[in-house]
Nanobody, 120 residues
Framework: VQLQASGGGLVQPGGSLRLSCAAS????????MGWYRQAPGKQRELVAL???????NYADSMKGRFAISRDNAKSTVSLQMNSLKPEDTAVYYC???????????????WGQGTKVTVSS
């Protein structure tokens, strides 16, 4: 199973970016999908996650600004980020809890990270 993230870049404060992540490979089912981020010198932190039934969970600082969505048919998860702030600057990592086969356990898989820089 591979996760490929895209959509990072440089944006001015107050701007928007949309991150996408696609899971590929041998996939029987996916439970949670989501995003973490890691800023320079800081620990990785949860941004948002979404369950297979579309229930979502956000870190407090992202509520109202970020929106997570997923396409179960395409095994993709997206993160719409609005009203971006300099403190949102980080490398964003997507993840997915994937069951590769009907008789396997769910395993965590991570994307390679995509850099988001919010600066004027």
């Amino acid at each position: 199973v591979q996760l490929q993230a895209s959509g990072g870049g440089l944006v001015q404060p107050g701007g928007s970016l949309r991150l996408s992540c696609a899971a590929s490979g041998t996939i029987f089912s996916i439970n949670r999908m989501g995003w973490y981020r890691q800023a320079p010198g800081k620990q990785r932190e949860l941004v948002a996650l979404i369950f297979a039934d579309s229930v979502t969970n956000y870190a407090d600082s992202m509520k109202g600004r970020f929106a997570i969505s997923r396409d179960n048919a395409k095994s993709t998860v997206s993160l719409q980020m609005n009203s971006l702030k300099p403190e949102d600057t980080a490398v964003y990592y997507c993840f997915a809890d994937v069951k590769p086969s009907h008789d396997s356990n769910f395993l965590d898989y991570w994307g390679q990270g995509t850099k988001v820089t919010v600066s004027s």
